[in-house]
């Protein structure tokens, strides 16, 4: 069970992002009633890399490289979402936050970082 949120982003749709297609997100590490489906897959809140909530796919397919920030963003008026955050990374913020949902395959990545 998790707190379902509403991703926002702009006209342009990426395949490369694996919640494209859908509108919201089930996090089934905050409190709530929903059970992930397939309008509203799993997603984590976690700690970014300088200590910022993000949020990623509970499941990665294998041989992607990824997640990185697909540019879309997650919010939800729902208080358990804030205190989830707390929970998590320490640091809660009020607004939307940024979901990493992009992946690439490996080899096509390190492709391109040469």
Same mark, same amino acid.
């Given at each position: 069970m998790g707190l379902r949120v509403d991703i926002f982003r702009s006209d342009y749709r990426s395949t490369l992002n694996l919640f494209d297609g859908v509108d919201c997100l089930t996090i089934t590490n905050a409190e709530g009633p929903f059970a992930p489906a397939p309008n509203a897959p799993a997603a984590l809140l976690v700690s970014g890399a300088f200590g910022e909530p993000i949020i990623v796919p509970s499941e990665i397919p294998?041989?992607?490289? %990824?997640?990185?920030?697909? %540019?879309?963003?997650a919010a939800t008026s729902d208080s358990r979402f804030g205190a989830a955050m707390k929970a998590v990374t320490g640091k809660s913020i009020y607004g939307a936050l940024p979901i990493h949902d992009r992946v690439e395959d490996w080899a096509t990545y390190r492709s391109m970082s040469d």
């Open positions: 294998a041989n992607m490289a %990824g997640p990185m920030f697909g %540019g879309s963003y």
